[in-house]
């Protein structure tokens, strides 16, 4: 593990260079040497009363100064005392439509002198630097990784979108209400599959703790230098950890919870989230690991151009489990329960992991304040529990 461990404690990175502490300006030197260097920077930034991400130039662009409030079906922007660049959870938008775009074109088709010709839509190329992603988010990537990468099967537009991608986080020093990424293994600290790691630390200066976690991630950390860590800043990175890790706004008990969901198709508790549920699909569309797409041919209006286009659709949706007949799951409580057995535990079998991060972002935008975190407790309290436990 190259990386803070699940207990929190920071590790000099490999290769013998230790820890930097950087500047603001070394942050913005950072991004400056990443678009040198021909990759478009995506980072969060502040957009329509909401942190999103996007291309981004330079510091200028973070959302400094700015926090979020997160609560079941409520989320608010709220100006710090400080003029933090990370100091906030996680928004509306993942990282995920840069690497499965929310609607891509798959082919065009075109009648040239009685001819149909048809021309495959070439994958797209696009050096990209993720900078200041949470570990939560990191961690959906790897899973998108493991779905739509790593097969087979796997998609070429997504395979060509992933490829070199420089990879930054931005560990967690303070948790949110609907965050539960220590449950799920996959935050505060950042596992797995980043170049670089910061920790954002405030009192006594504003300034950065870096280590790299590549080879590719080491080169950056030298070209942009900074001075070497010190104990004390160490020590504030590892407190800042340990304060996310103990304020978690919601927990999940993952214990037998997938034998739980599998073994309860008929449990009231589908019955009654499904009373509560609106079938909007939100829950979904913020999900940084949901996959699921359908797609579409249409033609313009003289029939001489033909386009088929893959876009995102949700398991939520009436139509999405439609065959000969009519769709497989007619009812509500049949598509919630479909949404939460496949992302907590069929998942696994599958893919080997869990399709859930802990983000909370399907607690913060569902409209109806449902929380996977309760729904799945109430599920599991059904299983019986091993004699001599409580």
Not at 24 to 40: C, H, Q, T
Not at 116 to 125: Q, R
Not at 301 to 316: I, K, P, Y
Request: contains cysteine.
């Amino acid at each position: 593990m190259h990386s803070a461990d699940r207990g929190g404690t920071l590790h000099a990175g490999r290769g013998g260079i230790q820890e930097r502490c950087w500047s603001p300006e070394d942050l913005d030197r950072l991004i400056a040497l990443l678009r040198e260097d021909g990759r478009s920077v995506i980072g969060p930034t502040v957009r329509d009363d909401v942190i999103v991400v996007d291309e981004i130039a330079s510091t200028a662009d973070l959302p400094a100064g700015w926090t979020d409030e997160h609560a079941p079906g409520r989320y608010r922007l709220s100006r710090r005392d400080d003029a933090a660049f990370f100091g906030f959870g996680v928004g509306p938008a993942s990282y995920k439509p840069f690497f499965l775009p929310a609607r891509q074109r798959l082919l065009t088709a075109r009648r040239v002198d009685g001819t149909m010709v048809i021309d495959e839509e070439a994958p797209a190329t696009r050096p990209l630097a993720l900078l200041g992603a949470h570990p939560c988010e990191i961690a959906a990537i790897l899973v998108q990784d493991r779905v739509l990468g790593a097969s087979a099967f796997a998609d070429p537009h997504y395979a060509a979108r992933r490829r070199d991608v420089f990879v930054v986080a931005a560990e967690c020093g303070e948790a949110r209400g609907t965050c539960f990424c220590a449950s799920m293994g996959t935050g505060p600290g950042v596992q797995d599959g980043f170049d670089l790691a910061m920790m954002e630390l405030l009192e006594g200066g504003h300034r950065f703790v870096v280590r790299a976690g590549s080879a590719a991630g080491r080169a950056v950390l030298e070209r942009v230098g900074g001075a070497p860590a010190s104990a004390a800043d160490l020590a504030a990175a590892a407190a800042r950890l340990a304060h996310a890790r103990a304020t978690m706004g919601r927990s999940l008990d993952t214990a037998g919870l997938a034998d739980a969901l599998r073994d309860n198709p008929s449990h009231p508790r589908w019955d009654d989230v499904a009373a509560r549920c609106l079938g909007c699909a939100n829950c979904t569309l913020v999900c940084p690991t949901c996959f699921c797409t359908t797609v579409e041919d249409v033609t313009d209006l003289t029939g001489t151009v033909a386009e088929r286009v893959r876009r995102w659709d949700s398991c939520f949706t009436l139509e999405f489990s439609h065959v000969f007949g009519g769709p497989v799951r007619r009812s509500p409580a049949s598509r919630y329960r479909q949404w939460l057995t496949h992302k907590l535990s069929s998942w696994q079998s599958q893919y080997g992991v869990s399709g859930c991060v802990g983000c909370g972002r399907c607690i913060t935008w569902c409209p109806a304040g449902i929380d996977i975190t309760a729904e799945a407790a109430a599920i599991q309290a059904a299983r019986p529990r091993a004699e001599g436990t409580s």
